[in-house]
């Protein structure tokens, strides 16, 4: 059988954040993939050194090519830029997009039996063109928002609770970002629905919260964004995966006709397990929440029509 193999592109602090959770715990092998010189072998071999004193047996490689990414069971793509000051969305995407489409032939080219995770921003765009590029099946193109966005709001409940995060589970569907649509109906603190133990206004208000918690960071930080967060969600992911756990956890998919969407990458609750995808589960949503989630899909559609006509995917 030998190791799983997991290889991350990107070895900024997404992708370098997310070889030292996968080291951790020990899903397998890492090989972190970086165009600069230099850079992932750095961070690897730092990571390797820790090995001893966490007493974690993972190897851990550097390499600025994808000869050593060969036959990964599992590859995270955290690769693009940041939107720097006076850069417009449209440059921002055109640069992500040929980025992530030029990594994604090579992935196919070196793994072509992989699930690939997707965290590069815009997420769901991003989804989408590495689906459409990999003409891999559905279940095996995944993006990364749900675990994160969830996280957030489990987060900010546990704050104004003042009660532990083990026992909140929450619920969340649609885009990553303002237009994602959290389920305070479907969302639980040891099986008490949330609307049992706070008023709406405040519910409302970790919603909005949630909905802008990238940003809050972004606004923190002054020269990045988050990275601990988002490198853990695509790590939780790959084990779910990886130890074929058959999990819940919201993630982004193409969908072809469930939630009656179609032709979209967009966030939905999802079982993880050793064929990726291996359920999308259907709520039944009322009246608010269908409008949330329209919203939310227009948005979406919108960026990946933007995405299509610049890079010319019919």
Not at 22 to 31: M, S, T
Not at 126 to 149: C, E
Not at 173 to 189: A, C, E, K, N
Request: charged share 25%; net charge neutral; with cysteine.
């Amino acid at each position: 059988m030998g190791r799983k193999k997991i290889t991350i592109v990107g070895a900024g602090n997404v992708g370098a954040t997310a070889a030292h959770w996968a080291a951790i715990k020990e899903l397998g092998d890492v090989v972190l993939m970086d165009i600069i010189e230099g850079m992932p072998q750095g961070k690897a071999l730092d990571l390797m050194e820790a090995g001893p004193m966490e007493g974690f047996d993972a190897n851990v490689i550097g390499t600025n090519g994808y000869e050593e990414t060969k036959n990964s069971d599992v590859v995270i793509i955290t690769s693009g830029i940041a939107r720097k000051p006076g850069m417009s969305r449209e440059d921002l995407l055109k640069i992500n997009a040929g980025i992530v489409g030029s990594v994604t032939e090579q992935i196919v080219k070196n793994s072509p039996k992989c699930i690939i995770i997707v965290v590069s921003n815009p997420l769901d765009t991003m989804t989408y063109l590495t689906y459409k590029v990999s003409k891999f099946p559905k279940n095996r193109v995944i993006g990364q928002a749900g675990a994160l966005d969830s996280s957030r709001f489990q987060s900010f409940l546990g704050m104004e609770l003042k009660m532990s995060v083990e026992d909140i589970k929450v619920m969340l569907l649609g885009g990553h970002g303002d237009d994602m649509v959290p389920m305070p109906r479907f969302s639980t603190i040891n099986g008490i629905p949330v609307t049992e133990l706070l008023p709406k206004d405040k519910i409302d208000k970790i919603v909005d919260r949630t909905r802008k918690a990238g940003g809050e960071i972004v606004a923190l930080l002054k020269t990045g964004s988050a990275f601990y967060s988002p490198s853990l969600g695509a790590v939780l992911m790959a084990e779910a995966i990886l130890k074929d756990k058959k999990r819940i956890i919201p993630s982004c998919v193409y969908l072809e006709g469930e939630y009656g969407l179609k032709d979209i990458c967009f966030g939905v609750p999802t079982v993880l397990g050793a064929n990726g995808i291996e359920k999308i589960i259907e709520l039944k949503l009322n009246d608010e929440e269908k409008a949330m989630l329209k919203k939310s899909a227009d948005s979406v559609g919108k960026t990946i029509a933007e995405m299509k006509a610049i890079m010319g995917i019919a």
